[in-house]
């Protein structure tokens, strides 16, 4: 029997390769080959990333319709036509919350049977309208707020059971790479909802993989709100975690926490914000990606785009012309850039990670975000497919037959 089984194993890997050793075609799209991995992009309902309205809406909805299988869909509290309002209630019984353009965004990935990865629900207070910030609420207050901004987007649509996933808490995290949490007061730092107070660790994580000893109530409130009101799964993401480090022990040590006591969460998202010229360690991120697996989530790189490092301390950021001045230095960057989607794409892919989003496809558009003119992505402005795609489509086919 064992013989047997050893020998319909060697046919189907030999059938494998045979499907796709001689079918590579530099003229497929993204999905042809995906496999079962799901592959999405972030859009927005105005602005940038524009599907559904907007000039150049159609193009983009045809290069989404044939590259992706799922959709990001990111409308934020205070940006893009967001959820809150511009202006601070009189009261938290006239808190209204907008969903007009997530709903529109669902309903149109619905149509075209994509999956759809929702981003966010809770973010730092940068994320949010100012007054939000300003105003001291109490713990009872800032868990009402919760509780009623929670249920309004999952309810609204019937959101609940059309995303297959809610980004349920995003960037929790301090900015560097200690795995402590941000704080409230400190404006590059503030998050409003730590004052509902801390929770003692219940990771049972010792040592040096403990770093934190205790952990934000609201986080699991969260996704306790959450949870009860939809089975689609349930994640949260941070930057500075996909390739190990105490970042992301923090995150690991967080979700043992919370499994711990009780609490779904079902995926983490590896943000990846890359940047030409650092080298990067692609054996930590498969084991990175593999730890988190054997916790019991399922891991998505969520935010992919390749730029250029322009940090600066203190927030002394550099411009793209202190750093390109020739086109020499262009070339240099799209040869890093390639190299790095490459190998990330198939080292996600081949460790198991269930979803890749890309955070935007198209180079040098009004509005493209914090990396507008970086060159960050897979097309040009015209749609014309950069190295970078070709990049992606050559890991994602290699993937499909690796063994």
């Not at 075209?112 to 009872?140: G, Q, R």
């Not at 979700?255 to 711990?260: A, D, E, G, Y």
Request: charged content about 25%; overall charge neutral.
């Amino acid at each position: 029997m064992k013989k047997l089984f050893t020998c319909i194993s060697i046919v189907i890997l030999l059938i494998t390769n045979s499907l796709f050793s001689q079918d590579y075609n530099k003229n497929a799209f993204l999905k042809d080959y995906s496999g079962e991995m799901i592959i999405t992009t972030q859009v927005r309902g105005e602005r940038n990333k524009a599907i559904l309205r907007g000039t150049e809406a159609n193009k983009n909805r045809e290069f989404v319709l044939k590259n992706y299988t799922g959709i990001q869909p990111s409308i934020y509290p205070a940006w893009d036509g967001g959820f809150w309002p511009k202006k601070k209630p009189n009261s938290l019984k006239e808190f209204e919350i907008e969903t007009k353009y997530f709903d529109e965004l669902v309903n149109w990935g619905i149509e075209n049977e994509f999956h759809i990865m929702h981003h966010c629900l809770i973010f730092p207070n940068k994320y949010f309208p100012s007054w939000f910030s300003k105003t001291n609420y109490s713990a009872n207050e800032l868990e009402l707020i919760i509780e009623k901004f929670i249920s309004e987007v999952l309810n609204s649509n019937d959101n609940k059971n059309k995303v297959d996933v809610f980004n349920v808490i995003n960037e929790i995290f301090a900015m560097g790479k200690s795995g402590n949490y941000r704080v409230d007061g400190n404006e590059k730092e503030d998050c409003k909802w730590m004052n509902m107070g801390f929770e003692k660790d219940m990771s049972g994580l010792e040592g040096n993989e403990k770093i934190n000893d205790s952990h934000p109530i609201f986080v699991r409130k969260v996704f306790d709100v959450a949870s009860k009101l939809t089975d689609a799964k349930l994640e949260i993401r941070d930057f500075n975690i996909a390739f190990g480090g105490k970042k992301a022990d923090g995150m690991y040590q967080l979700i043992k926490h919370l499994k711990n006591t009780g609490v779904r969460v079902d995926a983490v998202g590896f943000q990846c914000h890359l940047n030409a010229g650092l080298n990067y360690n692609y054996e930590n991120l498969r084991k990175n990606i593999l730890r988190f697996i054997d916790l019991g989530v399922e891991v998505y790189i969520t935010e992919l785009d390749v730029g250029l490092n322009l940090w600066g301390q203190g927030g002394n950021h550099k411009k793209v012309s202190d750093v390109i001045k020739t086109d020499s230095d262009w070339q240099w960057f799209f040869e890093e850039q390639n190299k790095i989607y490459y190998n990330l794409v198939k080292t996600a892919k081949e460790a198991g990670v269930k979803i890749i989003s890309d955070w935007g496809f198209r180079d040098d558009i009004p509005y493209g975000g914090w990396r507008k003119d970086q060159k960050a992505w897979m097309v040009n402005k015209d749609y014309s497919r950069k190295g970078a795609y070709y990049a992606v489509l050559k890991a994602l086919y290699l993937s499909l037959i690796h063994i």
